[in-house]
């Protein structure tokens, strides 16, 4: 299952759906773009300057999921030309539909390079793009 970076910070915060994601998401394989290390340390600083979260916590979820990618839990998609290529094709196959983003044209990039489905998200956009490229998409609904 390919996780888009926010699925990945409701696995180390809490919010209204990580028990929902921490049950769904157990004991199944799990695969991100290397893109989700940067994105997921600023969700992580963004909640600690909205007072979120506390200092103590951003760096306990931080270490959380660099434990995670390093016992293999989760598995890191490199980024390379052949994922920027392919997120470029994907805003423009996506245009004017759906305005794409272009983080989230390389985590949908990376997700079809690598076939890891369903693509696991909550973004709206994400999931109107993966819908229009006939991704699977986590939760369904």
Not at 35 to 44: D, G, H, I, N
Not at 92 to 110: F, G, Q
Not at 114 to 132: E, K, V
Request: with cysteine; hydrophobic share 45%; charged share 30%.
């Amino acid at each position: 299952m390919y996780l888009d970076s926010c699925i990945i910070v409701k696995l180390l915060v809490v919010e209204p759906d990580s028990e929902f994601f921490i049950g769904s998401l157990e004991g199944k394989p799990l695969v991100t773009s290397e893109l989700a290390q940067t994105e997921v340390f600023s969700a992580l600083l963004a909640r600690e300057r909205a007072v979120k979260i506390s200092p103590v916590d951003r760096q306990r979820a931080w270490r959380e999921f660099e434990t995670r990618i390093e016992s293999k839990e989760i598995r890191i998609e490199k980024m390379n030309s052949i994922v920027l290529r392919k997120a470029t094709h994907l805003l423009e196959r996506c245009h004017p539909k759906v305005p794409l983003r272009p983080l989230d044209a390389i985590h949908l990039a990376t997700a079809d390079l690598c076939h890891d489905f369903p693509l696991a998200t909550t973004d709206g956009r994400m999931r109107d793009a993966a819908h229009l490229m006939g991704f699977s998409i986590f939760p369904e609904a």
